[in-house]
């Protein structure tokens, strides 16, 4: 662990990728306080993530804009499949039927802490898994939950914290953001601003 923190504490020096990460940050915790059209959008985001590229589920999430809100199940699908989007059928269905709570999750949002919202998430909504909700939450503000991806996973099985696993179920998820939360508390930084300082270890880019 002691040679991922320098690495860490080293590259969070350079001003540029400090910069941009307080940024994405700051953006991050922006977002709790606007509609609940902009934040299912978001949460559309995390879905289309899911098994596919977060780059390019940036462009699409661009190019449909409020597509989410109004087109039907089959117009998104075609959009989607238009624009290469791996999954289009599946991801349309998710997508309308989580639209139907979209009022419902920006009052969750509000009333609930990270853990409980999570869980909501993961119960409520199709499409969303552990990954993707605490991706929704990091992007709404919220701190304290790990993102494991697999650029994350590869990250930790390389300077082995963790052994690659088969599978990420739940009881794995956990563990291994409990290994993300330990790191973060060694930095002195929210497990979120750890998430984006790994990103650009492993990436060479600050995304969201």
């Not at 959009?79 to 059928?89: C, E, S, T, V």
């Not at 309308?96 to 998430?121: C, M, S, T, Y």
């Not at 601003?193 to 650009?200: K, M, P, V």
């Amino acid at each position: 662990m002691g040679e991922l923190i320098k690495l860490v504490k080293n590259i969070s020096k350079k001003p540029e990728v400090k910069r941009v990460v307080d940024l994405r940050i700051r953006e991050f915790r922006s977002k709790r306080t606007e509609s609940a059209d902009d934040i299912f959008k978001e949460l559309c985001f995390c879905i289309l993530t899911a098994n596919f590229n977060a780059e390019r589920s940036i462009k699409i999430q661009e190019e449909m804009g409020d597509g989410f809100l109004r087109m039907t199940e089959k117009q998104i699908a075609k959009k989607l499949k238009d624009l290469g989007y791996r999954f289009p059928n599946t991801r349309a269905r998710y997508i309308v039927e989580a639209r139907k709570r979209k009022n419902l999750i920006r009052k969750i949002l509000n009333q609930r802490n990270e853990q409980e919202i999570r869980e909501w998430l993961v119960k409520n909504i199709k499409g969303i898994g552990y990954k993707e909700a605490s991706h929704f939450l990091r992007n709404m503000g919220f701190e304290n939950v790990g993102i494991i991806d697999f650029h994350i996973i590869d990250l930790l099985t390389k300077f082995e914290l963790i052994k690659k696993p088969k599978t990420l179920g739940k009881k794995k998820y956990l563990e291994i953001e409990k290994i993300l939360k330990e790191l973060s508390e060694k930095l002195n930084i929210s497990p979120a601003r750890l998430d984006l300082y790994l990103w650009y270890i492993e990436t060479g880019k600050i995304l969201k």
